[in-house]
């Protein structure tokens, strides 16, 4: 877990020092958007262009770090703790990655974002998916309905299947590099049949363990 978080805190530096060494040779006016075609449609300023991502990045990590201290479930996060490290490392690396994508770009090295943030946001939800795999029932992290909420077995059933159909849409995701202009779609629509299905399916076995205590009683 030390060399997680060390990884985590160098991952920060490396994205500041690098913002830093690259601030004089940027222009003043930096990318800030992209439309589903690749295309840049959006400019800020220089500071809050090559800024913004990571001041993100700290206040996300100083979040995270705090949401176990806070959590009435804080003992659970022992159980998935290295996954749950794990998922930040990798949430700094995600930034760090769009980071680098705004500063080439903005210095002439025009990689279109249809080829790069498919392939990240697929492996950030395939991740995902291991996390959600592991995570123990708690207020923050995970799927958290009110009927995973209420039950451990719901809880754990609903994580199981979430997982799975988290990695399948990390797949998905990622085959969005060779879609163009709908690569977008790759990603949206996968895990919005996920978020979706995974809520209607912990409401449904929450009922089946009501009625089976019923039948019991």
Known sequence: MKLIRFAIIAGLLITFALTLATFPTVPDRVVSHWNAAG????YSSK???LFLIPL???????????LPRIDPYKMN?????????GFILLFVLFFLAIQVQIILWSIGYQVSPNLTF???IGMLFIYIGFLLGHAEQN??????????????????????????LF???GVIS???????????????????AVAVYTVVYSYIEFQKELNSQKGEG
Do not use: N
Request: net charge positive.
């Open 56 to 66: 993100i990045m700290t206040g996300f990590v100083a979040l995270f770090a705090m």
């Open 167 to 169: 990695k399948i849409a």
């Open 118 to 120: 498919p392939l990240l």
């Open 39 to 42: 295309q840049a449609d959006g």
């Open 174 to 192: 990622c085959a969005g590099i060779v879609a163009g202009a709908y690569a977008l779609w790759f990603i949206l629509v996968p895990v919005l």
């Open 77 to 85: 996060y022992e159980k998935f703790r290295d996954y749950y490290e």
């Open 139 to 164: 207020w923050f992290v995970g799927i958290r309905t009110p009927w995973t909420l209420s039950s451990k077995t719901v809880w754990k059933k609903t994580h199981e299947l979430g997982g799975k």
């Open 47 to 49: 500071f809050w262009g």
